[in-house]
């Protein structure tokens, strides 16, 4: 299994940005796919998941009502649609996948098997 995160780049506070992951490698059924991101010198951060049978959604709480997570079946692909962005939001972004996800691990960075390799996302005042 290989991720692809692409997408990211500097924007203003307030503004807006999409960033992607692109899957490879097997099929993506019954798979959660998750984004996470990591500031330097802080843990990894849950920002939103989605399984890819039914499409339900998870949002981390510093998120929720300005992030999207959505995905493109036919292109293994994987969206994050982020609007109100704020400089607390600047990080390394990364998506994540894993094929065996019970819903209370969703959140969970460490029960994910793969990773991308992270896009930066930096948000100015």
């Known amino acids: 299994v290989q991720l692809q995160a692409s997408g990211g780049g500097l924007v203003q506070a307030g503004g807006s940005l999409k960033i992607s992951c692109a899957g490879s490698?097997?099929?993506?059924?019954?798979?959660?796919m998750g984004w996470f991101r990591q500031q330097p010198g802080k843990e990894r951060e849950f920002v939103a998941a989605?399984?890819?049978?039914?499409?339900?959604?998870y949002y981390g709480d510093s998120v929720k009502g300005r992030f999207t997570i959505s995905i493109v079946k036919a292109k293994n692909m994987v969206y994050l649609q982020m609007n109100s962005l704020k400089p607390e939001d600047t990080a390394v972004y990364y998506c994540?996948?894993?094929?065996?996800?019970?819903?209370?691990?969703?959140?969970?960075?460490?029960?994910?098997?793969?990773w991308g390799q992270g896009t930066q996302v930096t948000v100015s005042s």
């Open positions: 994540a996948a894993d094929f065996n996800m019970i819903q209370s691990s969703i959140p969970m960075s460490r029960m994910y098997d793969y």
């Open positions: 490698g097997r099929t993506f059924s019954n798979s959660v």
């Open positions: 989605i399984k890819w049978n039914g499409g339900h959604t």
